[in-house]
């Protein structure tokens, strides 16, 4: 079955310390990849996207991911965190399908804490 | 700029009653969707509207409808709520990108409780 998996509930990291969220797909042809934050009581906000091209993309605030064609991966990293990162993140694909039908799918979610 | 308004943050109901979650944007997006947000289960699709005019079901259409008033406005109705729809639900709107893929601009999320 297609999905979108993000195995660490939850993920804890001090501050200054370096992050990698995971997020792996199951798809039959490589989808569109993406990754949201949430903050507390907010909407999501676009941190990165991966369509095609060069397999390590940056993003806002920091951020990249590299997508791994061999893994299905399309992880998150940061090299230092900052305590305003405390959110929680989430991975999404499209699936590029012919014939239209571009809805966007969400992993379960990861919530980052920071400790200062 | 406003981007994606959402209305209203916060409504508790009682089981049997209805209510219509408001969503507008003003970016001139044709694309608008319903997601809820339940713990562990990430955000999951509703209803969206590719543009003006349609509507389609998503992953979790039952017991709601949507309503694509204009090109700015996409509501999504309960008529009849259960406790089952307790949730946070977000409306989000995109361009629709190249290759169809899109990038969502979301609301900041209205708050349901069903009693």
């Known amino acids: 079955a297609q999905s979108v998996t993000q195995p660490d509930i939850h993920i804890t990291v001090s501050e200054g310390a370096s992050l990698e969220l995971r997020c792996n797909y199951s798809y039959g042809a490589t989808p569109y990849l993406f990754w949201y934050v949430q903050s507390p009581g907010q909407g999501l906000q676009l941190l990165l996207k991966y369509f095609s091209g060069d397999t390590l993309v940056q993003g806002i605030k920091g951020f990249e991911a590299e997508f791994k064609r061999s893994q299905s991966s399309f992880n998150l990293r940061k090299p230092s965190v900052h305590w305003s990162d405390a959110a929680e993140y989430f991975c999404?694909?499209?699936?590029?399908?012919?014939?239209?039908?571009?809805?966007?799918?969400f992993g379960t979610g990861t919530q980052l804490k920071v400790e200062l | 700029n406003a981007g994606v308004t959402q209305t209203p943050k916060f409504q508790v109901l009682k089981t049997g009653q209805s209510m219509t979650l408001q969503c507008a944007q003003d970016m001139n997006h044709n694309s608008m969707y319903w997601y809820r947000q339940d713990p562990g289960m990430g955000l999951r699709l509703i209803y969206y509207?590719?543009?003006?005019?349609?509507?389609d079901k998503g992953e979790v259409p039952n017991g709601y409808n949507v309503s694509r008033l204009n090109k700015r406005e996409f509501s999504l109705r309960l008529e009849s709520a259960a406790p089952s729809q307790t949730s946070v639900y977000f409306c989000?709107?995109?361009?629709?990108?190249?290759?169809?893929?899109?990038?969502?601009?979301f609301g900041a999320g209205s708050r349901l409780t069903v009693l």
């Open positions: 509207s590719a543009s003006e005019g349609t509507t």
């Open positions: 989000a709107s995109s361009v629709q990108g190249d290759s169809g893929a899109n990038v969502l601009t």
């Open positions: 999404a694909v499209v699936p590029i399908l012919t014939g239209g039908g571009n809805k966007l799918t």
